[in-house]
């Protein structure tokens, strides 16, 4: 079992910051690609930034400049540190990651519960 857990989430005024924390525990060998995702309501999932295992990132437009992902890799931890933040930015963001758990077995998608971010105008 791999369980992928989010924390930092909460309300802020716009212009505020936030940081954002995931931790990848359980039956795991290795992780691939980890990436924030954020959904508001009434709109679809968006990727907002991602980050490979050897620290390539890439940013939706919406976010560049701003947002910016970082990760962990002895820690299995994944961050997003969001500043100047918009109303516009919230939604609930969730953490996600390409896991294995053994040398034998695929990458898998694994996704947290989400945590709320609210931007205050």
């Known amino acids: 079992q791999v369980q992928l857990v989010e924390s930092g989430g909460g309300l802020v005024q716009a212009g505020g910051s936030l940081r954002l924390s995931c931790a990848a525990s359980g039956n795991i060998f290795s992780i691939n690609t980890m990436a924030w995702h954020r959904q508001a309501p009434g709109k679809q999932r968006e990727l907002v930034a991602t980050i490979t295992t050897g620290g390539n990132t890439n940013y939706a437009d919406s976010v560049k400049g701003r947002f910016a992902i970082s990760r962990d890799n002895a820690k299995n931890m994944v961050f997003l540190q969001m500043n100047s933040l918009k109303p516009e930015d919230t939604a609930v963001y969730y953490c996600?990651?390409?896991?294995?758990?053994?040398?034998?077995?695929?990458?898998?998608?694994?996704w947290g519960q989400g945590t709320q971010v609210t931007v205050s105008s």
């Open positions: 996600n990651a390409q896991i294995s758990s053994s040398v034998w077995t695929v990458w898998k998608d694994y």
